[in-house]
């Protein structure tokens, strides 16, 4: 969780100063070759891409039931605000066109929020941001989410962890593809899912195969992550909030 807690510290002294500059499109619409680092300014997240973000309410707490109807409880790391806002200075390099490279930095926008069961030493973490493209300065806003395990007895060693991300939101670049924005399709997605015997639509799938470890994950947009397999390979299916 040490990306949360800088992403809290860099939230607070950042966030005054920070205001939308509409004049982004055309910082990164040129791609020549220059001699200085080309500051981009402040790239938000697209409004469209919030959608994604399930988890809002300050104190939610959510419950998850597995076959034999057992239930394990998560709950936000950081009861401030559910979600964490934050600023990243970011740089990046792009061949230009004599084959060169350009130097660019932007600051970036994310939203994270974690989430801890105690019960089952089981953690997981949601951060959207925009990305740069790998072959010319355009954006598209990025979802990873990780659920993980820590280390017994220490509070940010992870030792088991599963991790998905795709684009959201391409924000009008649509000729554009997931792997220009270093995105490896490892997901599934599928129209309807039934897990013991609750229906899911719209489910993103990622299994990874693993003799311990976190081997399924399951999320939607309405509910977040739906269901996951621990280390036990038992299923735990999002059952309520509260």
């Known amino acids: 969780m040490r990306f949360l807690i800088v992403t809290f510290l860099c939230f607070l002294v950042m966030?005054?100063?920070?205001?939308?500059?509409?004049?982004?499109?055309d910082t990164i619409s040129n791609i020549e070759c220059?001699?200085?680092t080309i500051d981009i300014g402040h790239v938000f997240v697209d409004s469209v891409s919030l959608n994604m973000i399930p988890y809002r309410r300050e104190g939610e707490l959510i419950f998850y039931k597995n076959q034999e109807g057992e239930e394990i409880k998560f709950q936000p790391r950081y009861q401030l605000s559910p979600v964490l806002q934050a600023y990243y200075?970011?740089?990046?390099?792009?061949?230009?066109?004599?084959?060169?490279?350009?130097?660019?930095?932007?600051?970036?926008?994310?939203?994270?929020?974690?989430?801890?069961?105690f019960e089952s030493n089981i953690e997981f973490s949601l951060r959207l941001y925009p990305h740069y493209s790998m072959r010319k300065p355009i954006f598209a806003d990025k979802f990873h989410i990780q659920l993980f395990t820590l280390v017994?007895?220490?509070?940010?060693?992870?030792?088991?962890?599963?991790?998905?991300?795709?684009?959201?939101?391409?924000?009008?670049?649509?000729?554009?593809?997931?792997?220009?924005?270093?995105?490896?399709?490892?997901?599934?997605?599928?129209?309807?899912?039934?897990?013991?015997?609750k229906t899911f639509t719209n489910v993103y799938k990622v299994t990874q195969s693993e003799e311990r470890g976190l081997t399924e994950l399951y999320y939607n947009k309405e509910f977040g992550i739906v269901a996951f397999k621990d280390l036990d390979f038992n299923l735990w299916v999002f059952d309520r909030f509260e």
């Not at 966030?15 to 499109?25: E, M, P, Q, V």
């Open 15 to 25: 966030l005054g100063a920070c205001k939308k500059d509409d004049s982004i499109g």
């Open 34 to 36: 220059e001699v200085d």
């Open 89 to 117: 200075s970011t740089p990046f390099t792009l061949i230009c066109e004599n084959g060169n490279e350009n130097q660019y930095k932007f600051a970036r926008e994310q939203f994270g929020i974690p989430y801890s069961s």
């Open 152 to 197: 017994e007895g220490t509070t940010h060693n992870i030792e088991f962890t599963l991790e998905f991300e795709y684009i959201v939101y391409l924000r009008g670049n649509d000729s554009e593809q997931e792997e220009d924005f270093g995105i490896t399709k490892d997901y599934e997605l599928f129209p309807n899912v039934t897990l013991l015997n």
